[in-house]
Each structure stands twice: as structure tokens, then as C-alpha cells.
């Protein structure tokens, strides 16, 4: 009997819920619907997950962990490269995109669900820490660390949603040109 990798399958599980939700929302990643999708019977996906909050809370955490090893590959390359950190957690293409469309349907999970607000600050504290180290690389301690972090966490997240609605406005190109304005007003040249 061949073995099976029970990680693995979460794993996939969770990806195919991420793939539903971006494809169709948040109603439409049921346990029986990612049960389909993923060839698997019900009985298999209850078995790694109890419920849909559990199987949504698994998903939503590969979700950011793909995006922090996106920017990670990002600052391994180069760890002063703030514009291309920011890049790679925008909806600069078609990941990206596919990424985001699933976060909105996460927020407004988490705009009434305390557990997943609880998840997404964890997961925002992340990404603000990982801002942050490429921030003191490229530009040296500041006072103003924290604020500055959330500001460019900020800009992508709002340049991301209107690249939801508004790709034609929002190349990959125009991403990178605002996200690297943003930067150059906010942190001025790199110091580093």
C-alpha cells in the first residue's frame, strides 16, 4: 500500500479552496465543492479539515505563506530591493491577481468573523516585519519604521484592489512606476 503524504494533501486541499475562491468567492468553496475539485470524497477532506472555518483558516495561511516566499525569493536576490519586494505582494500578475482576489474575499470574512481578523493581523504583522527589514537594509534605522512600513503596505494594497477591478489601468509596469514614486517620496534615495 503506497504511503500517503498527509501534509501534501492538505497542502493541495488548501490550494484548490485558494483556486475556488479566487474563481468564484468565498460561498462557493465548500467542503463538497473542494472535495470535487481536488478528486477527492468528503470523507478525505473532513478528515484533514472539521469543518469549512477550518478548512478556510488552512487555506487563507497557504495563501500568505506563498506571498512571503514570493518576497522572499524577491529580497534573496537583492535585500535593499524594497520596489521588488513590494512588486511581488501586488496584483502585478496573473498570481498576483489570482492572490488578490482571494484576499478581498478574506477580509470581508475577517470583517465579521474574529477569528479570521485575528489570522489577518497575524499575517499583516508578517508582512509589515518583512517590509520593515528591507526598509532598515536599504535605508538604515529610522524612528519612523512602523509608520512607514504601513504606509507601503498600504499603497500595494490599495493599488492591488483597484488592479481588481481596473486591470487595464494597472500594468505590471504602472505597478512598479507608482510603487517605486511611492518609495522614492517616502524613503527618499536608498542609503544603503
Known amino acids: 500500500m503506497p504511503t500517503v503524504d498527509h501534509d501534501e494533501r492538505r497542502r493541495r486541499i488548501a490550494e484548490v ?7 468564484e468567492g468565498l460561498e462557493a468553496a465548500t467542503i463538497r465543492r473542494i472535495a470535487a475539485e481536488v478528486g477527492y470524497s468528503t470523507t478525505i477532506v473532513t478528515h484533514y479539515f472539521a469543518d469549512k472555518q477550518e478548512l478556510l483558516l488552512w487555506a487563507y495561511r497557504v495563501l ?17 530591493d524594497l520596489v521588488g519586494a513590494l512588486l511581488s505582494m501586488a496584483a502585478a500578475d496573473e498570481l ?10 478574506f477580509w470581508d470574512r475577517a470583517a465579521r468573523d474574529a477569528v479570521f481578523a485575528a489570522e489577518q493581523r ?14 532598515l537594509v536599504r535605508n538604515g534605522a529610522r524612528a519612523d519604521l512602523e509608520r512607514v512600513s504601513r504606509l507601503l ?4 494594497q490599495g493599488i492591488s484592489v483597484q488592479a481588481l477591478v481596473d486591470p487595464e489601468s494597472w500594468s505590471r509596469d504602472q505597478i512598479e512606476s507608482a510603487l517605486a514614486h511611492q518609495v522614492a517620496t517616502v524613503l527618499g534615495p536608498a542609503t544603503s
Open 17 to 23: 479552496c485558494v483556486a475556488v475562491i479566487a474563481g
Open 64 to 80: 500568505a505563506e506563498e506571498a512571503g516566499a514570493r518576497f522572499e525569493e524577491v529580497v534573496a536576490r537583492d535585500p535593499a
Open 96 to 105: 498576483g491577481l489570482r492572490r488578490w482576489r482571494a484576499y478581498v474575499a
Open 122 to 135: 497575524l499575517r499583516i504583522d508578517a508582512a509589515l516585519a518583512r517590509i520593515a527589514e528591507v526598509v
Open 153 to 156: 503596505n498600504a499603497v500595494v
